[in-house]
């Protein structure tokens, strides 16, 4: 579940700081790999490189608010093994 911030009214409560600082969203995909290479072709940051952790390829980024985006694919690959490609 997400929720937004009430701005105004008796309940408001809006952030203080930056909007995403500390949360993080995972979504599980077929292919965390085409997504990463999907996002580079748009010239949009990645980093760091995917990696495999947990039998996943997982791959990063940030949104303009600062949420950290997870994707993650399942993988046979080594655990810890780092993506090769550019």
């Avoid at 409560?13 to 500390?22: M, Q, S, V």
């Avoid at 303009?64 to 810890?80: H, I, N």
């Amino acid at each position: 579940m997400l929720q937004e911030f009430l701005m105004e009214g008796h309940d408001a409560n809006p952030p203080k700081g930056r909007l995403g600082k500390g949360v993080s969203i995972n979504f599980i995909c077929e292919d965390a790999l085409a997504f990463y290479r999907e996002v580079k072709s748009r010239g949009i940051r990645s980093e760091p490189k995917p990696f495999v952790g947990n039998r996943m390829w997982v791959t990063s980024l940030s949104d303009p608010d600062g949420y950290k985006l997870f994707f993650e694919s399942p993988t046979d690959a080594a655990e810890e093994s780092e993506y090769e490609g550019s």
